[in-house]
T-cell receptor, first 112, second 118 residues
Framework: QKEVEQNSGPLSVPEGAIASLNCTYSDRVSQSFFWYRQYSGKSPELIMSIYSNGDKEDGRFTAQLNKASQYVSLLIRDSQPSDSATYLCAGGQGAGSYQLTFGKGTKLSVIP | DTGVSQDPRHKITKRGQNVTFRCDPISEHNRLYWYRQTLGQGPEFLTYFQNEAQLEKSRLLSDRFSAERPKGSFSTLEIQRTEQGDSAMYLC????????????????FGPGTRLTVL
């Protein structure tokens, strides 16, 4: 099993709908988790971090972490065309470096 | 703009040439990372600095790659004898650990250097 796995998509949702992005991780990645958004040709931009079980909300974004199931998700409410991007799930690992291990990313298209 | 800068933003080189990239982290961040991202993949960890000390290196970092952070501020990544497989986006990230060293503190990425090896 790869350390962080994502459905590569593409995922298409209509404008105003809820987009649901999912990520699973292995035992080697077990600390904190991050969702980054990456527009084509640009570098990753942090959206949310989460390290405790449960939900964390920030505006239109909600991250969910279930450590028992080794599952992380990101919900985007009221999706906008500007949300169209690749969403990268990353887990921190390493006792000192907390280097990030990324999934391949899920490409989201929000259709006007 | 996260405050992390990288130079150059684009580099085209011929196979066999040496290239060097620079990263300037957010000034108070003492942790610095290099990642590499190829098309359709997520970024992959290359190496990590705490101040001027290079503390971790990935198996991806072959002996043609060398990274330095001489004064604990900016960092350079050099690739010697470039190969076509080195074509990628090279990303630098910096981090300021929260008190107590929480794993939840964030890495901020620079804009990246896109390398094309012909």
């Amino acid at each position: 099993q790869k350390e962080v796995e994502q459905n590569s998509g593409p995922l298409s949702v209509p404008e105003g709908a809820i987009a649901s992005l999912n990520c699973t991780y292995s035992d080697r990645v077990s600390q904190s988790f991050f969702w980054y958004r990456q527009y084509s040709g640009k570098s990753p931009e942090l959206i949310m971090s989460i390290y405790s079980n449960g939900d964390k909300e920030d505006g239109r974004f909600t991250a969910q972490l279930n450590k028992a199931s080794q599952y992380v998700s990101l919900l985007i409410r009221d999706s906008q065309p500007s949300d169209s991007a690749t969403y990268l799930c990353a887990g921190g690992q390493g006792a000192g470096s907390y280097q990030l291990t990324f999934g391949k990313g899920t490409k989201l298209s929000v259709i006007p | 703009d996260t405050g992390v800068s990288q130079d150059p933003r684009h580099k085209i080189t011929k196979r066999g040439q040496n290239v060097t990239f620079r990263c300037d982290p957010i000034s108070e961040h003492n942790r610095l990372y290099w990642y590499r991202q190829t098309l359709g993949q997520g970024p992959e960890f290359l190496t990590y600095f705490q101040n001027e000390a290079q503390l971790e290196k990935s198996r991806l970092l072959s002996d043609r790659f060398s990274a330095e952070r001489p004064k604990g501020s900016f960092s350079t990544l050099e690739i010697q004898r470039t190969e076509q497989g080195d074509s990628a986006m090279y990303l630098c990230a910096s981090r300021l650990p929260l008190p107590g060293g929480s794993p939840a503190d964030t890495q901020y990425f620079g804009p990246g250097t896109r390398l094309t090896v012909l």
